[in-house]
């Protein structure tokens, strides 16, 4: 059974010069799907999550994990999952696959706060 993340925040490294850097931690819930809530919201380093994301079951290859960004929908005050999180082609780094938003991108999720 492959288990559901949603990143609800993130936090950048800063470079030398001031500027954001890549993602060095998000805040991600676990989206329990028959409940269809999200719980456990926790911190995970980038290289955490990239672990998370090669894990497979050795037998049928299937995925473990996946993750989605998430935002919050500020209508019905619910968690709205967003794009699907990749590996990059190089597998130290993770991104968002391409949408029609760039709301649900994470370069645009809020500061971690968790």
């Not at 995925?63 to 005050?77: G, H, I, M």
């Not at 990059?88 to 968002?96: A, F, L």
């Amino acid at each position: 059974m492959t288990t559901e993340f949603w990143i609800s925040h993130v936090d950048h490294e800063t470079r030398t010069d001031g500027s954001k850097g890549g993602i060095e931690r998000v805040c991600a819930w676990k989206h329990d799907v028959a409940a269809r809530k999200l719980t456990d919201k926790k911190s995970y380093t980038r290289a955490q999550v990239v672990a998370l994301l090669q894990a497979i079951d050795l037998g049928t290859r299937a995925r473990l994990n996946v993750f989605y960004t998430t935002t919050l929908n500020e209508t019905t005050s619910t968690w709205d999952r967003g794009a699907e999180v990749v590996l990059t082609r190089d597998g130290k780094y993770i991104t968002t696959t391409p949408t029609d938003t760039t709301r649900d991108n994470l370069d645009e999720l809020p500061k971690c706060d968790c």
